[in-house]
Each structure stands twice: as C-alpha cells, then as structure tokens.
C-alpha cells in the first residue's frame, strides 16, 4: 500500500503531537524527582507507589511505539 503525500503529512502531525506529549510527560518526570515527590512516593512504598510506576512506564512505552510507528509512517517506509 503506497502512503499518500496526505496521509504522510497526517502522520507526521500526529508525530509531532506525539513528541510534545512525551516531553510533557518527561518534564513531569524530572519535575517530581528534582522537588522531592518522586521520593517521598518512593517511602510509602504502598499501592499507589507500585500503580504510578507501572502507568508512567506503561504510558512511556506506548508514546515511544506509536511515536516511532509515526515516523516510520511520516518518513514513507515500509517493511517488505
């Protein structure tokens, strides 16, 4: 299947919202380890300190994959 001009530049917006999503989440991150939250969530060693851990690796996972599925998109390449 040949990537329109269209659906390339769709994907490369999409790409790029993407990226600014990851680096929004990326600044949380650095955020909370640089004001001290990210350790004090680490002493409760609870629930709650297990669920972020796991979201903030499951939603990073998933922004890099689609991200990269983007850019492959974007770029016009495909796997044969």
């Known amino acids: 299947m040949t ?19 990851l680096a929004m989440l990326i600044a949380h991150t650095a955020y909370w380890r640089a004001s001290g939250q990210q350790a004090h969530l680490f002493e409760r060693r609870d629930a709650l300190a297990v669920l972020y851990n796991l979201g903030l690796v499951l939603v990073t996972g998933t ?17 044969t």
């Open 3 to 21: 990537e329109t001009p269209r659906s390339r530049r769709r994907a490369a917006i999409e790409a790029l919202l993407l990226a600014v999503a």
């Open 63 to 79: 922004m890099i994959a689609l991200l990269m599925m983007r850019v492959t998109k974007a770029l016009g390449y495909q796997v």
